[in-house]
């Protein structure tokens, strides 16, 4: 292959950027269709020798009009692209209820060996036994991890494992004659997931207040048991970093009323290893391995939300399921049929098994008590000027829980705040989440961030709440400055969005 180099001038001028001037402003980078012409290209094809006679009057009279780039071109593109990210790679990332922890190469590296990376999904299973017996390692150490039956590992996100978990409850209990129960009580402190997984199922969502505390009432649910609930779904620890500490009395309450327990387990990273879920009394839980066991996420995925199901939801679990070393891919008695096509997300059952064992289970509970750890400390040190919600709640389990009160009078927001932080080079946490408290802020540390970066941030923290408190809410209003974007209209962007590119002569003409 031979490279065009004959290329456009770069920097000003045709090339449709703007050379940068050492600042750590990125250029604002523009489209390929931009930058590239039909004149160039990175490859050299042989001419067609194919005639019109095998395209049956198809070929192609008009040229194909790609943006040509040559190979540097095209690689610069994309990695001035890659640099208007905002990675973990690249610096704290403190979404709470997200997990945004460190991925170790070490995972990428053995999901990249050819013998799982190059897998075909049509490939006789006779020609697969280790990715089969790898994907059996896995579900053992789920299984054990949660103290559970068994898993199905395929749904492709956490919602999707709810789903398929709330599917197997409803299969039990239509088997059990008690399909009629039509109703799943939901904390409202829970993840939106949770309740529309229930309605997406054709489920009556009944909401169940929070206490006082952030924590859910035992009293409450049992209150609003009855013959028609088929089953709680409830987060532990809860999205407010609290543990449920009367979580065994709500199992039982919800198992002696005949329903079931589906706890969502995407709070897993704050104790895997130290406490099993089905030591608590669930009978269905999904695990974000994107969260919990550090395979990459965000931007859409990929993800992998695998279920662990109780002994009494076993017999229902979808195929396909690894049992004794053997693939079961056509349902059989109770068994639900697939939810995804062939056998999951291949590349990230490698990785999370990759940091399993990298870490051993004595490693993986000091993930755990390390990442409450870490977030105990931010609570700490920011609880003198940040306001807590659930004061009274002393510890918290793995992210911290502020409210907007500490704002008051300031004409700075929650938004307004998390632009700024953009500015001082951290990603914002987690904003308006949980519903329950006013303006929520939830910072999730996770265990791997040093404390020389939390002190950093703690710094930062600090210094912009008594920058809101002191009168300059102008810095926060105008921000971000210093990001290549500002505050976008993300409402139009949802629903006028303009995804593909037209010749600028093809636009309609801006109305002046
Ligand atoms: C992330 C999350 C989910 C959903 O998981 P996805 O993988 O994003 O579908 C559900 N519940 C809680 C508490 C979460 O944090």
């Not at 199992?251 to 009323?257: Q, Y």
């Not at 969502?264 to 099993?276: E, S, Y």
Request: charged share 20%; proline share 7%.
């Amino acid at each position: 292959m031979s490279m065009n180099t004959q290329g456009r001038p770069t920097g000003t001028g045709t090339s449709g950027y703007a050379a940068t001037s050492g600042s750590s402003l990125l250029p604002n980078e523009p489209l390929l269709f931009e930058i590239g012409d039909t004149e160039h290209s990175g490859v050299d094809l042989p001419d067609t020798t194919v005639g019109d006679e095998y395209l049956g009057g198809f070929a192609r009279k008009t040229p194909l009009d790609l943006a040509g780039l040559t190979e540097p071109e095209a690689m610069r593109h994309y990695v001035r692209l890659s640099r208007l990210n905002y990675s973990i790679d690249s610096g704290m990332y403190p979404l709470g209820s997200c997990t945004m922890k460190h991925n170790p190469r070490l995972n990428e590296k053995m999901a990249r060996l050819p013998g799982f990376a190059d897998i075909h999904p049509l490939q006789p299973v006779s020609t697969v036994a280790g990715a089969l017996d790898l994907m059996n390692e896995l579900a053992h150490w789920l299984m054990t991890l949660t103290n559970t039956a068994a898993v199905c590992l395929t749904p492709k996100a956490g919602a999707h494992g709810e789903m398929a978990g709330m599917m197997a409850i409803r299969a039990a209990q239509a088997a059990k004659g008690e399909a009629h129960r039509n109703v799943v009580l939901v904390p409202e402190s829970a993840h939106g997931t949770n309740p529309a997984t229930a309605a997406f199922l054709g489920y009556t969502v009944k909401p169940i207040p929070a206490r006082a505390d952030g924590t859910v009432d035992a009293a409450a649910v049992k209150a609003a048991l009855g013959p028609d609930v088929a089953a709680i779904m409830l987060t532990n620890p809860n999205t407010c970093g609290l543990f449920e500490p009367q979580i065994i009395d709500i199992a039982a309450a919800v198992h002696e009323a005949g329903a079931y327990f589906y706890c969502d387990g995407a709070n897993f990273n704050a104790i895997m290893g130290v406490v099993r879920p089905g030591d608590l009394g669930i009978d269905a839980m999904h695990i974000n391995l994107h969260k919990t066991f550090s395979t990459p996420h965000g931007g859409g995925g990929p993800g992998a939300g695998p279920v662990v199901l109780s002994a009494a939801l076993a017999p229902f679990a979808p195929v396909p399921f690894v049992r004794d070393g053997q693939l079961v891919e056509h349902a059989e008695a109770g068994h639900l049929g697939r939810i995804t096509a062939f056998n999951g997300q291949m590349g990230m059952y490698v990785r999370a098994l990759t940091y399993m064992l990298s870490h051993g289970g004595d490693g993986l509970a000091r993930a755990a008590k390390d990442a409450v750890l870490n977030a105990n400390y931010v609570k700490s040190r920011l609880g003198s000027v940040f306001s807590a919600p659930f004061a009274e709640a002393g510890h918290c389990m793995h992210e911290a829980l502020f409210d907007d009160s500490f704002l008051d009078g300031t004409g700075v927001t929650t938004l307004d705040f998390a632009k700024a932080m953009i500015d001082e080079g951290f990603h914002p946490m987690t904003m308006y989440f949980p519903l329950v408290v006013h303006g929520a802020m939830l910072i999730e540390p996770t265990e791997s961030e040093p404390k020389q970066t939390l002190d950093h941030f703690c710094d930062v923290m600090l210094e912009l709440a008594a920058d809101a408190r002191g009168g300059n809410a102008g810095r926060f209003t105008a921000a971000p400055t210093r990001a290549p974007r500002r505050r976008l209209d993300e409402t139009r962007a949802a629903r006028q969005p303009r995804l593909k590119w037209e010749r600028p002569e093809m636009l309609p003409q801006a109305a002046e």
